[in-house]
């Protein structure tokens, strides 16, 4: 949902896909098959007018694989697939609003890209454009041809304008991409002719990544950085189980060190770090970190984890002694079948996300060990442990095990976790794979940044 405005007034949008239900015979269970895909919007401005004699105002369009066109594609309709991830409405630099949504998954063509609907301000008539990576089943990692696609993407407004710069994403073959929309001509928008960043093994990606930008070192600038979980869950069928990708999975944390173009725009308020290109950002060039304990718990909490703490040496900086030559960091995931796919949140400068264990045992067996996970809280700058632990106790004090933070607790939860305030306490709520809800407090300021002032007395 977002507001647009158009035709001289403030509209309230309400904008979705069909995910894995696109289909008329039923969820695609691998990544060959071609799916059909949609996208609908509504107008949902006003409450009182929702009434079915009123639907055809309401219903602002549903567009398919087969109806869809594009102002800069011919027969962009093959590049829709089953739209996954959640559109979003964000207002661009020719002064339209547009919705934002990546192809979805098992599209004809199967390539990844980004679809933008563009809202005209004056008259509110809609177009499409389409701006593809280029990686379709030929450019598959693991060399079998299956089907590229982006089920999520993720905007960026570096100027703090409320008018998005960049869009990034990550796709199923485990690339990064950066689309630039910094241009006031549709025509120009553009995307990295190389991936960002592509995880080992083509570890897919198939949530949102979270951007934020990060303290630079000393007096240096702030580096943006954007952080992702890999994982893929293919939805179950009417013949199968649902299954996840396999292979071992991990949490990542990038700098987009390349942002001269951005610095050196005459608008650009806001400048990052960056370096002269061009640089190759490989696994080598990030920082491990490693799950240094997981201990069980107690309760509603399956296990607690300990993570380390290794100082990121980002390239270009002094930031240590010698071997300032990273671009971010790592934490592999330490169970073999973990990995991430549901969506991430940035809170209190933490990156925070629930991972999934699947299932290891088939159905009616005494080995039966239903689905797990950890939520785990790292910091967006190094992907380590913070000073303070982000979960708390009843009684508000920090969890330690054995002197080390805790950076993860094994609530099972499933979905992006959510933050509640209560009695002027912060606390992730949350359902766990059995349906339950579980509330866990939180220790705000965990990343070393103060509260907010209020006032200050000067004399």
Request: aromatic residues 10%.
């Amino acid at each position: 949902t977002g507001d647009l405005f158009y035709s001289g007034a403030w509209h309230t949008w309400l904008v979705g896909g069909l995910g894995a239900g696109g289909n008329a015979s039923g969820p695609i269970g691998n990544k060959t098959s071609t799916a059909v895909g949609a996208i609908y919007a509504l107008d949902i401005t006003d409450p009182g007018t929702f009434s079915e004699t009123n639907a055809s105002s309401l219903v602002l369009g549903e567009w398919s694989s087969s109806t869809i066109a594009c102002a800069n594609v011919v027969n962009c309709g093959t590049r829709l697939g089953s739209t996954f991830g959640t559109p979003v409405i964000r207002r661009l630099h020719n002064g339209n609003w547009a919705v934002l949504f990546g192809t979805g998954l098992n599209s004809s063509s199967g390539t990844a890209g980004m679809f933008i609907l563009l809202v005209d301000a004056s008259t509110g008539v809609k177009t499409f454009r389409f701006i593809d990576t280029g990686y379709g089943p030929s450019r598959d990692p693991l060399g079998v041809n299956s089907k590229n696609g982006i089920a999520y993407v993720a905007p960026a407004d570096l100027d703090g304008d409320h008018i998005t710069d960049y869009v990034y994403a990550g796709d199923a073959f485990g690339n990064i991409w950066r689309f630039d929309l910094t241009s006031s001509n549709p025509a120009s928008w553009s995307v990295s002719t190389a991936p960002i960043f592509s995880t080992p093994a083509g570890q897919p990606i198939t949530s949102r990544l979270a951007v934020a930008s990060v303290p630079g070192v000393g007096s240096g600038p702030q580096r943006l950085v954007f952080s992702f979980g890999t994982g893929q869950q293919i939805p179950q069928t009417l013949t199968s189980a649902a299954t996840y990708a396999t292979g071992a999975q991990a949490l990542y944390g990038i700098w987009d060190w390349n942002l001269s173009g951005w610095n050196s725009r005459a608008a650009a308020t806001a400048q990052y770090a960056s370096l002269a290109a061009p640089q190759t950002v490989a696994v080598a060039n990030l920082q491990a970190q490693a799950v240094t304990s997981t201990v069980a718990g107690s309760g509603s909490v399956s296990g607690y984890r300990t993570i380390s703490t290794n100082t990121v040496c980002w390239s270009g900086s002094a930031a240590c002694g010698t071997g300032n030559n990273k671009f971010g960091w790592t934490l592999p995931l330490p169970t073999s079948t973990e990995q991430v796919v549901y969506n991430p949140i940035i809170a209190y400068g933490m990156f925070v996300v629930n991972t999934t264990i699947p299932a290891s045992s088939q159905i009616l067996t005494c080995n039966t060990q239903p689905a797990a996970g950890y939520t785990m809280a790292v910091t967006m700058a190094g992907g380590g442990a913070a000073r303070q632990s982000f979960f708390g106790d009843a009684n508000n004090n920090f969890v330690s095990y054995g002197g080390a933070i805790v950076s993860g607790i094994g609530l099972s939860a499933t979905g992006s976790p959510s933050i509640v305030t209560a009695m002027k306490k912060p606390y992730l709520v949350q359902q766990t794979v059995g349906g339950t809800g579980v509330v866990s407090q939180i220790n705000p300021g965990v990343s070393g940044a103060g509260g907010r002032l209020n006032w200050i007395k000067l004399r």
